[in-house]
């Protein structure tokens, strides 16, 4: 199992980015994809999911303002996030079928004015 995150940088709050999570080495259409963020000193932080059937979850602190979304013809899922805040700062992480499950280095989100 690969997966290669992207996408991260550095943003004004009240900007936006878009994370894309490359996959590779497992059936990608069949698996729950999470995103998980983790900020400094913090602990690890469930945000989204979607399923293999495009049932979607949000965490109360990304929603509306997060959109998970798949394309299964590119094994990847994105992240589009809007209205950032600077509580969002975090490395953000794809992972395969829980949030225990294996994921890939994540991408690194800052939001700073």
């Known amino acids: 199992v690969q997966l290669q995150a992207s996408g991260g940088g550095l943003v004004q709050p009240g900007g936006s980015l878009r994370l894309s999570c490359t996959a590779s080495g497992f059936p990608f259409s069949d698996s729950w994809m999470y995103w998980l963020r983790q900020a400094p000193g913090k602990e690890l932080e469930d945000i989204s999911y979607?399923?293999?059937?495009?049932?979607?979850w949000y965490s109360d602190s990304v929603k509306g303002r997060f959109t998970i979304t798949r394309d299964n013809a590119k094994d990847t899922v994105y992240l589009q996030m809007n209205s950032l805040k600077p509580e969002d700062t975090a490395r953000y992480y794809c992972?395969?079928?829980?949030?225990?499950?294996?994921r890939g280095q994540g991408t690194l989100v800052t939001v700073s004015s």
């Open positions: 992972a395969k079928g829980s949030i225990y499950g294996p």
């Open positions: 979607i399923t293999s059937a495009d049932t979607i």
